[in-house]
């Protein structure tokens, strides 16, 4: 199956005004080869086999680049970005290292293409390594008298010494500092530097293909059918190649997914073997709107839960100045999946204490009796593992597609999300610090990112303190209670302003999206860019500004004169009808269809009709029937997404669609 030669896919896109650049990445799989002199079709084992030959040679050349660098020395000059004669570093990683004269010999017969792609893979390494030492050394250098509580004045030397500390997460440095505490009680000592403390890092098994030319590998598209693609690519044909006669030019077709665009402009992937399967991690440049750091006049503001996952609503800032909130927003409740979370997670617990017992009762021993079990046991672990991995990542996109959709259906040119990098699950009691603790925020919001770049929506982190806690009218501190029938009970869902001139209550989750949206409004002109990442965000809160972040409520009034004579109303109002006809009465003695609505048929269960807890759901009464996975409901039949009742555009009715009564 020969793969057809297309147009050339390495030219920039053409921006038009408002427009801009996103480089993204789609995983595909490649499942057959075809060998570019022969045109013999090559089946998958063993172009696993080949890939994996390749993968060893670079991952051998880039663990040793890794061991001899991992030094202070080496890791200092590449962190400087200058070389040995003051020069600026290229910023490739495997023209950095080669101007600075780290090479490897490799013990076969490659080309240089081959160790260029080792070399980049070590650099991207070393690189990401110089971060850490140099967070080691200003932890270690201003190091607190009590390790698990520092004083206002250590966390101010602690960021002052840190390389980009002042807006650096606390829970980073917590968790750098545990970790040096760690190694000093079992030492007796703090370490020196980052290399005491941690063994070189490991280096994945892939092959960096956007690191070599068109003498090693090449990707076409398709000019006939755009939604596939060619990559052309030298693989070796023994695991020991001696010659160049033992590589070969292979042919791989692409068939690319609905999320690369006929427009985009595809680059080389990067090649994993993934459970005995050749995965491409494709990247692709696409064109898209220009998503705007400031002038936002609609916001979707997003609070995040515990039950409730996910609250959002809209607001509107006016030519006054003035905020008002957009309909009563919405939920995505997701207590179905984040039970089942939890399930998997007291199981991995339980087997991994069975596997470190019997890690202890072996001894070291490899002819125990017990040794097998250990490994049954270690393959469960990690079935368990990639089961939460699986449902986090379900979850994580479920989630972000239904925010941006709420941004699309409102209008919003800009998400305001809560910055809760600096969020430690402690003080609230064994469970709910566990069920903090496992929620995917990080993943959640690169999804939403990812998604609204798609259509020009920025999305920009505020800071997270007192959303919750102020009224979202008046800014008064709330009273939370249990539930709005039991003000008295202490609690935190139910939130009741004390002002008697507001008196304003809602659902905490509810009040606090207010507050996020109406906050970044506010605060939109102090919004910034992180070089870097690109990531928008909102770094410190203006007691000026803040003072304008609040909501106004919309008073109409309604006209109530009257103009005409009362219609008289039937006191027994037919119920709607359908405006399709009746069928015509079969013959036979079977009666006539029914003309109303409702079905007939068996419908799926609704989950959010079933007793959902925070870590538990109902138990049934009979045995379990997967009723949802039959009929194809899966993961959504335990997640609920409540949507939004916006205020602006009313539906229009159907010509046959009679929704008064018949009289």
């Known amino acids: 199956m020969p793969v057809g030669r297309g147009r050339c896919v390495s030219s920039k896109p053409v921006l038009a005004e408002g427009e801009t650049t996103r480089t993204a990445t789609a995983r595909v799989p490649i499942r057959l080869g075809v060998d570019d002199t022969t045109g013999e079709i090559i089946d998958r084992a063993v172009l696993t086999d080949r890939i994996g030959w390749c993968v060893d040679l670079v991952s051998d050349m880039a663990i040793r680049l890794v061991v001899e660098h991992w030094n202070a020395d080496d890791l200092g000059l590449l962190g400087s970005g200058q070389d040995s004669a003051g020069d600026k570093l290229p910023s490739n990683a495997w023209m950095a290292l080669r101007r600075l004269g780290w090479t490897v010999n490799p013990a076969v017969k490659v080309n240089d293409r081959i160790v260029r792609m080792a070399q980049e893979q070590a650099g991207r390494t070393l690189r990401s390594a110089c971060w850490r030492a140099a967070l080691t050394s200003a932890i270690l250098s201003s190091w607190p008298d009590d390790p698990h509580h520092r004083t206002g004045a250590e966390w101010d030397a602690v960021r002052a010494a840190a390389p980009g500390g002042k807006y650096l997460p606390s829970n980073v440095v917590k968790g750098r500092t545990r970790q040096i505490a760690r190694f000093a009680a079992g030492h007796g000592r703090r370490p020196v530097d980052v290399f005491e403390l941690e063994p070189a890092p490991r280096t994945a098994r892939m092959l960096l293909l956007s690191a070599v030319d068109q003498q090693q590998a090449s990707i076409e598209r398709s000019a006939i059918e755009p939604d596939k693609a060619g990559l052309r690519l030298q693989l070796p044909l023994r695991p020991d190649p001696r010659t160049y006669k033992d590589w070969a030019w ?33 990247s692709f440049t696409q064109t898209v709107p220009i998503a705007h750091r400031s002038g936002h006049t609609v916001a979707l503001g997003v609070d995040w839960g515990l039950n409730t996952l996910l609250s959002a609503g809209a607001v509107r800032l006016d030519d006054k100045g003035v905020i008002t909130a957009l309909g009563a927003g919405g939920q995505y409740r997701a207590a179905g999946i984040l039970a089942k979370q939890h399930r998997l997670r007291r199981l991995g617990e ?6 470190d017992h019997y890690t202890r009762l072996i001894a070291g021993r490899a002819d125990h009796p017990l040794a097998v079990k250990q490994a049954t046991l270690a393959a469960e672990i990690g079935h368990v593992a990639n089961r939460r991995s699986n449902l986090n990542g379900a979850l994580a996109a479920s989630a972000a597609r239904w925010t941006v959709d709420q941004a699309i259906a409102t209008s919003a040119t800009v998400i305001y999300l809560e910055d809760l990098r600096s969020l430690e699950a402690t003080g609230m009691g064994r469970t709910l610090n566990t069920l903090l603790s496992q929620q995917v925020r990080g993943a959640i919001g690169n999804h939403i990112r990812h998604l609204a770049a798609e259509v020009g929506i920025a999305v920009v982190t505020v800071p997270a303190r007192g959303t919750s806690k102020h009224c979202p009218l008046c800014l008064t501190p709330l009273r939370h209670s249990k539930a709005p029938d039991r003000p008295t009970v202490a609690g935190w869902k139910w939130a009741l302003c004390p002002n008697p001139d507001c008196r304003w209550q809602g659902d905490r989750d509810q009040g606090a999206w207010r507050r996020i949206a109406a906050r970044g ?3 939109q002109s102090k919004t910034v860019t992180d070089r870097a990442t690109g990531a928008m965000t ?49 013959h036979g003695r079977t009666g006539q269809r029914p003309e109303g609505h409702a079905p007939t048929g068996r419908t799926l269960p609704r989950a959010a009709h079933r007793n959902q807890d925070v870590s538990t759901i109902s138990t049934p009464t009979d045995r379990h029937t997967p009723r949802g996975a039959a009929l194809g409901a899966g993961f959504h ?27």
């Open 250 to 282: 292979v042919a791989l077709p692409i068939i690319l997914p609905a999320t690369v665009p006929a427009h985009a402009i595809l680059h080389l992937p990067t090649l994993r073997l993934v459970n005995g399967t050749v995965r491409a991690d494709l």
């Open 350 to 355: 339980t087997l991994h204490t069975k596997h």
């Open 521 to 523: 409004l506010a605060h």
């Open 538 to 586: 909102i770094r410190a809160i203006d007691a000026a500004m803040e003072a304008t972040a609040i909501l106004t409520t919309p008073t109409t009034a309604v006209d109530r004169s009257k103009t005409g004579p009362t219609v008289s109303r039937s006191s027994c109002p037919a119920p709607r009808r359908r405006g399709a006809p009746s069928p015509a009465r079969p």
């Open 637 to 663: 039949l335990h997640t609920h997404a409540t949507p939004p009742r916006w205020e602006p555009i009313p539906p229009i009715p159907h010509p046959r669609d009679h929704t008064g009564s018949l009289n």
